[in-house]
């Protein structure tokens, strides 16, 4: 692989915490233990990878809230690769880790999704407080609502489907709090589809413990990044289709969901904003709070710029019309290095 910046820093450090007890070890095997002749890669060796890993906590995932604190996911090798979510409370304060969090996730939850089996997106923050997450072990979703109270299963397994049918990603709740808009992957009754078999959709789950799931967008092999609009009225997201990758081809498409849902929940009834020529690929819709443009990136020109669709761009029935408007032209790309790769 790549030797990235990120990398080398990793091996730096893990060099230097190893080092010292390899020295030692090595020593020790050369004063008391006699040669031997070995096949290549067969001797053993006390600098094992559990050795080197074992102490890199992998932080991700970060956001705020609306109070402005800070919260961020950890994969916690030490607890057999278990990802928790936690939120930043100052060096030294009551419980907080070295990094001066705190864990809001239950001890034994696993904050993962396997939706496109690459996963990410696998929680996100209630305007009210509290923390929404897929729970590796069932891919079920749960609200961390208080910190020092159980969560509520939002999916419950009461019955009407079984675990392993649904995996939930990149979620958000919608204006009005009472809804979390996501990409949803149905992998049968018995979870037990071929990949080929398995259906990507855009639902509503209701966050009152019902688990009543509203399909929203339906009709492509992939969905990403569902979005609704301040003030409710719409609901932008990616697809795209097999053998495609997501910096390959996609497109972004808009429907009004102001009154429910959508007329139609295909997504070929839904106005297409960018992309869809086989050739661009669009990626990382995202509404501005106070004007209600939507923001959104592009590879149309060679590079992927940022793109922005205007309120009356939008038009009042779902007929919207794009693609945006270029804000900032440049011959170089936005978005990060690798875009697309898991939810998030």
């Known amino acids: 692989p790549k030797l990235t910046a990120p990398r080398m820093r990793f091996l730096y450090r893990s060099l230097q915490r190893v080092a010292p007890v390899a020295a030692s070890c090595l020593t020790c ?44 996911l950890e994969g916690r090798p030490l607890e057999g690769g278990r990802q928790v979510v936690v939120r930043y409370v100052g060096a030294g304060a009551s419980g907080a880790s070295e990094r001066g969090a705190i864990d809001v996730t239950p001890k034994d939850a696993n904050v993962r999704t ?6 990410g997106g696998a929680y996100t923050l209630h305007p009210a407080g509290g923390v929404i997450y897929s729970d590796f072990k069932t ?43 996501c990409v949803r992957e149905d992998h049968g009754e018995k979870g037990d589809r071929k990949p080929s078999e398995v259906v990507n959709e855009i639902v509503s789950v209701a966050l009152d413990g019902s688990g ?5 967008a339906t009709g492509r092999d992939f969905y990403a990044a569902p979005r609704v609009s301040p003030s409710g009225e719409y609901l932008a997201y990616i697809t795209w289709d097999h053998p495609s990758m997501p910096w390959d081809s996609t497109e972004l498409r808009v429907t009004r969901i ?3 849902p959508p007329s139609s929940p295909t997504t070929a009834d839904h106005a ?35 793109r922005r669709l205007s309120p009356p761009d939008l038009g009042s029935g779902g007929e919207a019309r794009g693609p945006g ?14 875009p697309g790769w898991s939810f998030g």
């Not at 890199?56 to 970060?62: A, M, Y």
């Not at 509520?152 to 939930?168: H, K, M, N, V, Y």
């Open 29 to 72: 095997m050369t004063v008391s233990e006699p040669k031997q002749n070995l096949p290549y890669g067969s001797w053993p060796s006390p600098v094992t990878a559990k050795f080197i890993t074992s102490s890199g906590v992998r932080l991700g995932s970060t956001t705020v809230n609306e109070q402005g604190q800070l919260y961020w």
């Open 114 to 119: 396997r939706v496109h089996e690459y996963g």
């Open 139 to 181: 891919q079920r979703l749960f609200w961390a609502k208080y910190e020092d109270a159980p969560p509520i299963p939002l999916t419950p397994e009461d019955g009407s489907w079984a675990t392993g049918q649904f995996r939930f990603a990149d979620g958000r709740v919608e204006p009005s709090g009472n809804n979390l808009v």
């Open 212 to 216: 009543m799931m509203t399909l929203l």
């Open 258 to 260: 102001a009154r429910g």
């Open 272 to 306: 297409l904003i960018d992309g869809g020529d086989c050739d661009t690929s669009v990626l990382q819709p995202a509404w501005h709070p106070a004007t209600g443009s939507l923001y959104y990136l592009s590879d149309s020109s060679g590079y992927y710029n940022l």
């Open 325 to 338: 408007v270029a804000v900032l032209p440049r011959e170089i790309d936005f978005g990060g290095a690798a």
